[in-house]
């Protein structure tokens, strides 16, 4: 199992800025997929951003163009910056790993966004 820790939710003003951080407990090339989902009060859980080992990326279109998802392989660490925030991003934001073969999604605990208007 692959122990996921979140970091760098918050509370933040409309149009400010947060950068999330999702340390592995694992060499993270090992690790096919990683990213983040979000889930906001009643609402089901969504798919964020996403990036493979290779580095290939993949965003909800509501935050195209605002989020970046990255990582830092030394690190074993994923991160979300998040810029242009609206109170529409306020969720708790998961980070999850994905390992293909081993048939195995580990999940973090999860981190509070929240955007004022």
């Known amino acids: 199992q692959v122990q996921l820790v979140e970091s760098g939710g918050g509370l933040v003003q409309a149009g400010g800025s947060l950068r999330l951080s999702c340390a592995a407990s694992?060499?993270?090339?090992?690790?096919?997929?990683m990213g983040w989902y979000r889930q906001a009060p009643g609402n089901q859980r969504e798919l964020v951003a996403s990036?493979?080992?290779?580095?290939?990326?993949n965003y909800a279109d509501s935050v195209k163009g605002r989020f970046t998802i990255s990582r830092d392989n030394a690190k074993n660490t994923v991160y979300l910056q998040m810029n242009s925030l609206k109170p529409e991003d306020t969720a708790v934001y998961y980070c999850?790993?994905?390992?293909?073969?081993?048939?195995?999604?580990?999940w973090g605990k999860g981190t509070l966004v929240t955007v004022s208007s």
């Open positions: 999850y790993a994905q390992r293909i073969l081993l048939r195995m999604t580990d």
């Open positions: 694992l060499n993270i090339f090992s690790i096919d997929a």
């Open positions: 990036i493979t080992s290779g580095g290939s990326t």
